[in-house]
């Protein structure tokens, strides 16, 4: 629990590019706002007190209109020039450095993530989870499967929606390491809070480490309940939904699975990435998140443990 | 990485947000230039009021020359001869005494569904291969009646028929020292004695648990059956083998995707563009692992050129249909491959649709040609594409010469000679979640498996094929073993001018139509030409036609039993006359409506026919029979 | 008091059931293949499930989304047909009830419909079974999927007018008790 007072979803916590600069914005919108409403608030208030007195004289009354017309105009060119000033200072910051491009597709109710590389099989598909690195911009592009879905990590960038059939995109440019958490902005059905996505901000020579680690292969079960495990996953219903690269499992339905054990959570963000955690939901997906696609399969005990095994070890 | 090609992302991302306005000023304005344009496109379709123009090339009409057709009235492999023109020299009908040719004997086959294939004739004998069960029925030609003198039956598995994408057709067998070679649909290429029908060796290669099928009719060449698979509906990796004639042992085989040794890519290999050139381009052009299930079936025809000792045959599309789970060129599908026939070594592949958008695939026949281009003699290859482009290739080199669209495209805007490359319409990309109209040609293509015949006496492809268009959605297939892999929902319709068939004569070295005819349902029915100045082929409600090559006149017609997808052919009988031979018997892809009872209701039925041919079960009903025309006599 | 109770009574088809029940033990007595029982009644025991997800909303519009998903579609277009025939007319191969189409979908069918026991579970056959019989629009109005969640080209079930069902033998032609 403490990981949520730790500002992992928090919109002021200065990890992403918006933040720095939007923030500042955002202060002056509100202070020079802020004056302008106290200054009519005064005034009417005044008018009331002072109605049908007619003591004003009219140099007074031009004065004060000047006077208005003179703040409001100077208001606005602050406010301009500020806007201005922020949208070239996020240009400047993006420009030149080469993005990292990455597909992020929302479905019910979980994120399908897609690296895309210099050659189409340099791609890395994960789900869930975003890993990017300090102070390179990352485009992502945006789509949905079902219905529409936003894309929220709080410290790194505001909203933006998913629209099936459209194609949107956002450019965040982490500013610090650290571990957030993204969210579904959009009410997408009955487990609309149970989509999560788990953002890693890591240094660039880490999340190249991670980037080849993801783009290996899965590892083949070595212990004899793994392999039970493997058996189990690439002959049975598993395979109808999920890929397992490397193994027969190629099932494009459901989360990438290939290395399922890295990531930080289960069930996009329902449940931490544990030993006891997987067994509950491989055992009863529903229970977890009832209305997930993952059905209800009923296990054997021995079967249950094979599948757990094997799911681990794909690290 | 490519920095330059990023750097620009982020500056068009930029500009987008300082100059909002202007941006979205500047997106009317295209859009305004992008209708005009696009209004003016459809204005400049090939218009079918070429229809009537008479044949002008009686200068000069043998403008191109066939290679390899000595002709010995015999039909010993579905395209005639190894450079695939489907004439036959036969000349005792012609153009003048064809309205009195008449029925000589007619077979049923007993089976009710598409049948595809060409009959065999070698000697006194007829050889016929039905759709599933594959039986294979010899015909004794030499008593009253063509007898049946042997069946035999392969009995391939009953679950084939789940995973045959278009109906459980087969094209044809092949013939060679008294051998019949034919495929089952169940994976297994077997010989016959052909005098017996006793089997010599059947070799097993494929498995329908992965999708597999085999539909196509083998090439016999150079002591070698040639064959391929099918199953690029279903997520199949697509191979070609060369069987021992003898033994049935596998000589090689070479797959469609995958590192080069499983391509059999070496140092023989120099593709004419650069686009074909690379390691490992079957794994590199394709998401990691998608390369297992990425199609380039060679479902098609295989030509042979015996001096180059070159086998020419063309890839299908790749799994699954909609492009964009499948980024890159996802090499080596729709394309055309030239292998050495000895080892199999890949001498060349050109790829006519790369990133393939629509399921266009490069399954077509290639009829190898001698004839001018720019002056010069070359040897050529004549592949009228299912993309819509006719194509004059090198043989040797795989150099495209001239690729023009021989029916109304929008999907493309053209291929480019410097590049090789086909450029498509981005308007007309298919984007997941979204339906795209209008896109011409639709799936099955300007024309699909059923084969163009070319003919000496003018110089002319005779190409029967399709005029429709389609809407295309897109969503993400899931993969399953043995299922199904398409992710897009089709519907195809009638594309300019109402009618869904054409056949097209067309001049190979002006690269234009010289006359078409209109035909109401699409044709799926191959052509055959004669020395006699004939052109027959077969319509999808059961008429069988014989008109002119010159004009297109029709000449004389026949209403047969069922719907025509078969490959006419031409033979000389034991009694030293000319006999005309088609198989009719509506299936297929389009006619499945009618063979597996599809229900029209549903315009997606059958991968997008609902909509295209729901009038078909009024016109024509299954049952499989050969008929066999004459001159009286 | 009566608009709630009338509220209430369309409260099944609004269930959502999201773990089932597996089909081993129910199937006591089987889903019987019944064209192949000539002369018996098809269902002595009819399986109370088939009412219950057949005339549930989510059931259906699940077995639509499993439809699609498990490449259904693929082979049955939208209930046309193609590589496999047509489901959305009133000739049943294999019988066109709830339990018979289950059977079809645990056990496969000789000419190429693949079994799919072991990869899909009881509960999504159900569920399939249902919108199966949608396809023919045999379940209430009410019940029928508006609209599917893929861009799609045909129309929606909901326009659709009812097929009766004809089977090979008359065991078929009893649909399941609404």
Redesign the interface.
Known sequence: MSAWLNGIQSATSGAGLHDQQFNGLFLLFLGITGFFYLIVIVALIAAIILRRRRTGSEPLARAALFGWVGAVVVGLAVLSAASFLV??R??AA??????L?IELVANQWWWDVRY??????D?V?TANELHLPVGV?A?VTL?????IHSFWVPPLAGKQDLV????N?I?LLPRRTGLFRGQCAEFCGTQHARMALDVTVESLPDFRRWQRAQ?A?AFAPRTALAQGGYAYVT???C???H?I??T?A????GPDLTHLASRRSIGAGTYPMTRGHLYAWVA?P?GAK??N?M????FEAQDLHAVVAYLQSLK | ???GY??E???A??RR??WLWAGVLLLLALGIVFAIVRLAGHDSLPSESVTTTPYAGSTGAITARSIGDGDDGQWTMAAKNYASTRFSSAREIDTRNVRRLHVAFTFSTGIVKGHEAAPLVIGGMMYIVTPFPNYVYALDLTQPGAPVKWTFKPKPLSAAQGVACCDVVNRGAAYADNRIFFNTLDNRTIALDATTGRMLWETKLGDINRGETMTMAPLVAGGKVLVGNAGGEMGVRGWFAALDAATGRIAWKAFATGPDRDVLIGPAYKPFYAMDRGRDLG????????W??GGGAAWGWVSYDPQLRLVYYGTGNPGPWNPE????DNKFATGVFARNIDDGQARWFYQSSPHDLFDHDGINEQILLDMPVKGRMRGVMARPERNGYFYIMDRATGEVLSAKAFGPVTAYKGVDLKTGRLAPNPAMEP????VVRGICPSAPGMKDWNPAAFSPLTGLVYIPHNNLCMDWGS???????GTPYIGADVKYYAGPGGHRGVLTAWDPVHQRPVWRIKEDLPLWSGALTTGGGLLFYGTMDGWFKAVDQRSGKLLWRFKTGSGIIGQPISYRGPDGHQYIAILSGVGGWPGSIVSNALDARDPTAGNGWGSAVGDLPQKTTAGGMLYVFALPH | MIASLVSLSACDREE?E???R?LAEAAAGGPLVSTLRAGEPPHPRPDPRAAEYENNAYAVSQGQ?LFQ??NCSGCHAHGGGGMGPALMDDQWRYGGNMEQIVATLDQGRPNGMLSWR????A??MWQLAAYVRSLSAQQRQDVLPGRA?E?SNTEPQTLRSREEMHSSSPAGVQGTAQ
């Open positions: 949208d070239r996020v240009d993006t420009m030149g450095r080469p993005p491009k895309h590389g210099a050659s189409p099989s791609e598909h911009p485009l789509k949905s499967n079902d219905v099936p059939g459209r194609t995109d450019l783009r292969p002959q049975r219903e395979a109808n939904c890929n690269t490397g027969p190629s099932g494009r339905f009863d529903q009832p209305g696609n059905p209800y399969i009923g | 990485m490519k920095p990023i750097r992302a982020v500056l991302a930029a947000r300082t794994v590199t052009s394709w998401p990691p692992d998608a297992k299930m789970q499948r980024p890159g984007k997941e979640g979204r969503y993400e297939a899931n993969y399953i073993a | 959502r999201s773990r089932g597996p989304k998903a498990m072991g990869r899909l579970t509960q999504q969640d861009p």
